[in-house]
Nanobody, 115 residues
Framework: QVQLVESGGGLVQPGGSLRLSCAAS????????MGWYRQQPAKERELVAT???????NTADSVKGRFTISRDNAKNTVYLQMNSLKPEDTAVYYC?????????WGQGTQVTVSS
């Protein structure tokens, strides 16, 4: 299993930006799939953006053009840059990793977009 530690959530006004970070306990080269999901109140957890070991990315239509997933291999860290935030982006954001057929989740970080 991979230990994942998220940071970077908070309160931001509509149109603002935030960057989330997720530090993994092992080399991300050894992780098959890694990225971000989010869960809004009374809704199911949904994919935001992920990338595979071969760097193929998958981004939800609702955030395309506004959110960007990236990685720092040396730091074993994945980032989610969120721009032009909207109130509907308010959610708990979870880092996710799949390695050796095992799913791992971070503890979640709250993002609130409100004026």
């Amino acid at each position: 299993q991979v230990q994942l530690v998220e940071s970077g959530g908070g309160l931001v006004q509509p149109g603002g930006s935030l960057r989330l970070s997720c530090a993994a306990s092992r080399s991300i080269f050894s992780i098959d799939l890694m990225g971000w999901y989010r869960q809004q109140p009374a809704k199911e957890r949904e994919l935001v953006a992920t990338f595979t070991r071969s760097r193929v990315t998958n981004t939800a239509d609702s955030v395309k053009g506004r959110f960007t997933i990236s990685r720092d291999n040396a730091k074993n860290t994945v980032y989610l840059q969120m721009n032009s935030l909207k109130p509907e982006d308010t959610a708990v954001y979870y880092c996710y990793a799949r390695a050796s057929y095992t799913d791992s989740w971070g503890q979640g970080t709250q993002v609130t977009v409100s004026s």
